[in-house]
C-alpha cells in the first residue's frame, strides 16, 4: 500500500495531466490490467469485395438494392483495409492502443461447399501475425453480419442448418488462427441479426415477420453454443464469448404500468439474448409481449446455448425512455432537452453503469466482461489537417467513468474498446455518420487522427510511464 505521502504525490501529478479526458487520479482505468482498445467489423472496413475469392454476403445484396442503404452507399470500397491494413494497424501500435477487435469475413475464408479459401485466411493471418508483432492484443470476433449469401439463399439463420455451417465455419478459423488470437467472440450483437434482420427488415437480409425473429434467433444462439466446445478444443489457451448490444430502458413514471413498460423494453432487448446463455431459458415475458412467435427448439439445444462463457462482450450506445401502450406492451417517449449525437441517439452514461450493476445483480454465474463497443457518431470534419471532435471526448470520459462506478459497485470489468477505431460504413446509415476516433477521407483514404484519439493515446502513455 502507499503511504499517505506518496499517495498525496501521486493524485498531484494526475491532476496536472489534466486535460478533457484523462481519468481521475482514483479511476480503475490507471489499472494497468484494465485493457483498452479499439475496434472494427469485416464489412464496415474492408471493401475489396470481389477480391481473392471472397464471395458475396448478404450485406453485397442489400446495400445494393435501390432504397436500402442511404445515398445507396455499399462496403465494395469502404476504408479499403483490405490493401492498407499495414498502415491501419501502424496507425493503432502509433497511438499505443493495447487491444484491437475485429471481425472476420466468412464469405472471405470459405467457399460455397465450405472449403476453405486460402487467400481469405492469409488475410487474417498477416494481420494477426502483424499486430502480435506490435504487442497488440487481438480479439477477434466471428460474425459481424456479414453471412454467405449463398447461406442466405437457403434460408440463412431461418434455416437451423445454418448454426452446423457456422460451427463448421468456427472449427476452420480456430484451426488455422490458433496461437494468434487472445479472445474469440462468436456473434456479433444477435439481437441486431434477429430483430433487425428478419423481424423489421432494417438490415440484410431484410425480411420483416415477428416469427422470423425469434426463430432467427434461436438458430444464432445455437450457431454461438455450437461454436464454443469447438473453438476451446481447438485453441484452448485463448478466451471464448460473445459479444450483445445492451439497451437501458427507464421508465417515463413510477407508474406501475411505465415500470413495466421499461422492464419490457430491456426483456425484449436483453433477457432475449442473455437469459439462454446464462439461465438456459427464453424469459417468459418475451411471448406475452409477442404471443406466437415461441421459436421451434428441438431437445439439448437450451444446454447447448448456455454453454460456459470466459467473457461476455458488452455493446452500449444510448438508452430509451417508455411507457406502458395501454395495451401488453411499450411506447417510446425521447425526452426533451437532452445531448444527441449524430445518430439521434440520448447520450446517457448512467445506463451503462445501472445495466452492468443489474445484470451482475441477475445472473449468478455472469463472466467477467468487456465493453467490446461504445462511441458514438458526429459529423466530423478536418480543419488545417484537424478534427476536433469535442462532444466525443466528453462522450468517452463520461461512459469511462460509468465504467469505473460500476467496478467500484463489484461488476468485473476487464477492458474497454473505442468504437470505433475510424470511420466507416455504418450499415443502412452509409458513411454519413462517423463513429471513429481517427477521421478517413473516403476520397482519398487519407486518415487523420482526431482529437479524442489523440488524448485516449496520451493517457495510455502516461500509464504507461507509471509502471
Ligand atoms: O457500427 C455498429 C457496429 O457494427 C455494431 N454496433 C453498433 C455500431 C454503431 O451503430
Redesign the pocket.
Known sequence: MANDASAVSDARSHQSLADPFTPPADSSLWHQNFLLGA?T?SY?IEGAVAEDGRLPSIWDTFSATPGKVLAGDTGAVACDHYHRWQEDVDMLAGLGLEAYRLSIAWPRVMGASGVPNRKGIDFYKRLLARLKEKGIATSVTLY??DLPQHLEDRGGWLNRDTAYRFADYADLMSRELAGSVDAWATL??PW?SAYLGYGNGHHAPGLADGRFATQAMHHLLLAHGLAVPVLRANDPASQKGIVA?MGRGTANSDSAADQRAAHLFEVQHNAWILDPLLKGAYPRDLFELWPGTEPLVLDGDMQTIAAPLDFLGV?Y?FRTNLASDGAHGFKEVPPEGVERTQ?GWEVYPDGLRDLLIGFRNTYANLPPIYIT?N?M?SDDKVTDGQVDDTQRIAFLKRHLAAVDQAIKAGVDVRGYFL??LMD?F??A?GYE?R?GVVHVDYATQKRTIKRSAELVSKFLRERKARV
Do not use: D, K, L
Request: proline share 0%; with cysteine; aromatic share 26%.
Open positions: 475496434a467489423a464496415q459481424h453480419w456479433n450483437e441486431c448490444n455493446n450506445y445518430m463497443e462511441g457518431a468504437w470505433s466507416n455504418e450499415w446509415f455518420r463513429f
